[in-house]
């Protein structure tokens, strides 16, 4: 059974960081596509950040060069560092992550991101 498990979200001033954590049970990090959505209020779901079983991680341009995507293969762990965090960053965070021995995609409950003064 594959779990993921969020971790970090809180209530951040505009221009702080955050760092949020994802904890994958039942499925390898270091095998597998993971990565990063969000949905704010009443919006749809978006794609922040995803890192690939090959290549280099691929960002949605609203966070490139303030966000970074990162791993744990030991730990099974992935992390985004959110940096110059925006009002219009607040929303419920999600990590994922796509399992190639089933073709499954997994996601965790979600961690809310409130950026306010």
């Known amino acids: 059974q594959v779990e993921l498990v969020e971790s970090g979200g809180g209530l951040v001033q505009p221009g702080g960081s955050l760092r949020l954590s994802c904890e994958i049970s039942g499925s390898r990090v270091s095998m597998n596509a993971v990565g990063w959505y969000r949905q704010a209020p009443g919006k749809q779901r978006e794609l922040v950040a995803v890192?690939?079983?090959?290549?280099?991680?691929t960002y949605s341009d609203s966070v490139k060069g303030r966000f970074t995507i990162s791993t744990d293969n030991a730990a099974n762990m992935v992390y985004l560092q959110m940096n110059s965090l925006k009002n219009e960053d607040t929303a419920v965070y999600y990590c994922?992550?796509?399992?190639?021995?089933?073709?499954?995609?997994?996601w965790g409950k979600g961690t809310l991101v409130t950026v306010s003064s």
């Open positions: 890192f690939p079983t090959v290549g280099s991680p």
């Open positions: 994922y992550t796509h399992d190639s021995r089933w073709g499954m995609d997994y």
